[in-house]
């Protein structure tokens, strides 16, 4: 049956009706599921709002970016890194095989359609998914399955404090910086202390820039390898023996023994440890590439001095922008996350499904693309054979004697 239209909901775009899931965003992660029903033949529409695949890694990191779990963490399924590949790729290298994959697969998302509004149509127990494109035309899909792959870094997070606004120097998100060239000699004011705000640090000494970190309450800095083992590694090896609280008494003791008390340096660390931080709220522990040291080599700690900065780098974190198009509020909360928590945010009822928000990185990503896909695959499959047998049933003509 086709969805019928609703009085306050006029429509004059285009109107196009998928056989198969609509898919939003075509990151990594909705790359993976569209790899995943390539594999099974269901087809499908990935929409995504840039010009480009993986736009976050193409258009908002800066250059000198490495993945920072190793490499077997970060592969997406189906389809390993090439063997040449480092223990932690650059962010060209990621790139670049995240261009073979949708080549390798034959996906083709439909670029520069920013999904706009998503709502289940009770009446046919269809969903129908507005875009707009950079022509300002508006179309809209309908589909039966709506897979929320728009990341959990879909916008920047740009807050307001006194005296932004008056500030006459340069001042940008972490994810429009680039490179530290045009701050050569200059004084910097980073604010935030993630993974973004210490590594566009350590890149603007690089640059003989002269950076200023804002931590505002606490941060686990651990180092990237323990003993020559990636830390991340050796954490998801001891999870399977030990509880978490435990793993995290010993990434402590080895960050003391290999950076020392980090607290002299401004940088308290939280109550909770880091793994169960990370589980229970999301904050990524910082793994360290280089920074702490530049810390140590002669950075002041400023506590309620004036700086006089020339530019200001806001390394303030990201969003999810779910709320602002998705109307459901059963999956989805206001934070823009699935409700239930891993592993249960995946699927929702009346054909939505979540991937990538489980705050467990690319690993995470694309455990959840594996499972959607299959159960995608499995309805679409059962259906299509059905719909097959009844079109079949009734095309069928008794021969004529
Ligand atoms: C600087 C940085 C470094 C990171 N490094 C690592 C790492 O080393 N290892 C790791 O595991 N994880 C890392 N992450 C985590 C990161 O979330 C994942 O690497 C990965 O990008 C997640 O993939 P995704 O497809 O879920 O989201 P994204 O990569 O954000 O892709 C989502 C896509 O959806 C599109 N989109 C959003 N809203 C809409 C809309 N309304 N309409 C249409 N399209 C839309 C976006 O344009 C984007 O292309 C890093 C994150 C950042 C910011
Ligand atoms: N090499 C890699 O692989 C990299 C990976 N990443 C990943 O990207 C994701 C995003 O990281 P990131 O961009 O660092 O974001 P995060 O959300 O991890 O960090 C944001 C930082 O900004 C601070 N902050 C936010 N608002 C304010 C404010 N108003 N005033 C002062 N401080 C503020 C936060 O402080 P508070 O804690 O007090 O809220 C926090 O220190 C993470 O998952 C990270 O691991 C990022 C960079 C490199
Ligand atoms: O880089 C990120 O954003 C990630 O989410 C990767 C990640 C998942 N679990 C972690 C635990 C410690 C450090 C990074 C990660």
Same mark, same amino acid.
């Given at each position: 049956?086709? @969805?019928?239209?609703? =009085?306050?909901?006029?429509?004059?775009?285009?109107?196009?009706?998928?056989?198969?899931? $609509?898919?939003?965003?075509?990151?990594?992660?909705?790359?993976?599921?569209?790899?995943?029903?390539?594999?099974?033949?269901?087809?499908? $529409?990935?929409?995504?709002?840039?010009?480009?695949?993986?736009?976050?890694?193409?258009?908002? %990191?800066?250059?000198? *970016?490495?993945?920072?779990?190793?490499?077997?963490?970060?592969?997406?399924?189906?389809?390993?890194?090439?063997?040449?590949?480092?223990?932690?790729? %650059?962010?060209?290298?990621?790139?670049?095989?995240?261009?073979?994959?949708?080549?390798?697969?034959?996906?083709?998302?439909?670029?520069?359609?920013?999904?706009?509004?998503?709502?289940?149509?009770?009446?046919?127990? #269809?969903?129908?998914?507005? %875009?707009?494109?950079?022509?300002?035309?508006?179309?809209?899909?309908?589909?039966?399955?709506?897979? $929320?792959?728009?990341?959990?870094?879909?916008?920047?997070?740009?807050?307001?404090?006194?005296?932004?606004?008056?500030?006459?120097?340069?001042?940008? =998100?972490?994810?429009?910086?680039?490179?530290?060239?045009?701050?050569?000699?200059?004084? $910097?004011?980073?604010?935030?202390?993630?993974?973004?705000?210490?590594?566009?640090?350590?890149?603007?000494? =690089?640059?003989?820039?002269?950076? !200023?970190?804002?931590?505002?309450?606490?941060?686990?800095?651990?180092?990237?390898?323990?003993?020559?083992?990636?830390?991340?590694?050796?954490?998801?090896?001891?999870?399977?023996?030990?509880?978490?609280?435990?793993?995290?008494?010993? *990434?402590?003791?080895?960050?003391?023994?290999?950076?020392?008390?980090?607290?002299?340096?401004?940088?308290?660390?939280?109550?909770?440890?880091?793994?169960?931080?990370?589980?229970?709220?999301?904050?990524?522990?910082? *793994?360290?590439?280089? %920074? #702490?040291?530049?810390?140590?080599?002669?950075?002041? *700690?400023?506590?309620?001095?004036?700086?006089?900065?020339?530019?200001?780098?806001?390394?303030?974190?990201?969003?999810?922008?779910?709320?602002?198009?998705?109307?459901?509020?059963?999956?989805?909360?206001?934070?823009?996350?699935?409700? !239930?928590?891993?592993?249960?945010?995946?699927?929702?009822?009346?054909?939505?499904?979540?991937?990538?928000?489980?705050?467990?990185?690319?690993?995470?990503?694309?455990?959840?693309?594996?499972?959607?896909?299959?159960?995608?695959?499995?309805?679409?499959?059962?259906?299509?054979?059905?719909?097959? =047998?009844?079109?079949?049933? !009734?095309?069928?003509?008794? @021969?004529?004697?």
């Amino acid at each position: 049956m086709l @969805p019928a239209f609703e =009085h306050d909901d006029f429509f004059t775009g285009r109107c196009i009706l998928v056989n198969g899931p $609509v898919i939003v965003g075509a990151g990594p992660s909705g790359l993976a599921v569209g790899a995943g029903l390539k594999q099974q033949g269901v087809p499908f $529409v990935i929409l995504e709002r840039a010009n480009c695949i993986a736009s976050l890694w193409q258009n908002r %990191t800066y250059d000198r *970016l490495k993945l920072h779990l190793p490499k077997q963490f970060c592969e997406l399924p189906y389809y390993p890194f090439p063997e040449n590949f480092p223990e932690y790729p %650059t962010k060209h290298q990621f790139i670049n095989y995240l261009e073979s994959y949708a080549r390798k697969f034959d996906i083709e998302p439909k670029f520069n359609e920013s999904v706009q509004s998503a709502k289940y149509d009770e009446s046919c127990g #269809l969903w129908r998914v507005k %875009t707009v494109s950079k022509d300002n035309s508006t179309t809209e899909y309908i589909c039966r399955w709506l897979v $929320v792959a728009s990341g959990e870094n879909a916008e920047k997070v740009v807050p307001e404090f006194e005296g932004l606004h008056e500030f006459e120097g340069n001042v940008i =998100h972490a994810c429009d910086y680039k490179t530290g060239g045009i701050y050569r000699g200059k004084r $910097v004011l980073v604010v935030g202390c993630g993974n973004s705000g210490m590594e566009v640090c350590l890149d603007l000494c =690089h640059h003989q820039a002269s950076p !200023s970190m804002v931590v505002r309450s606490s941060v686990h800095v651990l180092p990237r390898e323990i003993f020559g083992k990636s830390t991340f590694e050796l954490a998801v090896s001891l999870m399977k023996w030990i509880p978490i609280w435990l793993v995290d008494k010993i *990434l402590l003791a080895a960050a003391r023994l290999i950076l020392g008390n980090i607290e002299k340096y401004g940088l308290k660390r939280p109550t909770m440890g880091p793994l169960e931080l990370k589980n229970c709220e999301g904050k990524t522990p910082v *793994l360290d590439i280089g %920074t #702490l040291s530049r810390i140590r080599s002669g950075v002041e *700690l400023v506590n309620g001095e004036i700086l006089d900065v020339d530019s200001i780098i806001l390394a303030t974190g990201y969003s999810s922008n779910v709320p602002s198009w998705l109307k459901e509020n059963e999956f989805f909360s206001k934070d823009g996350f699935p409700i !239930s928590p891993f592993p249960n945010s995946w699927k929702g009822k009346a054909g939505i499904y979540a991937v990538g928000f489980t705050r467990r990185g690319l690993s995470g990503a694309s455990l959840d693309a594996i499972k959607v896909a299959q159960d995608i695959g499995k309805i679409w499959k059962k259906e299509t054979k059905q719909k097959n =047998h009844c079109v079949g049933v !009734s095309c069928y003509r008794k @021969p004529k004697p």
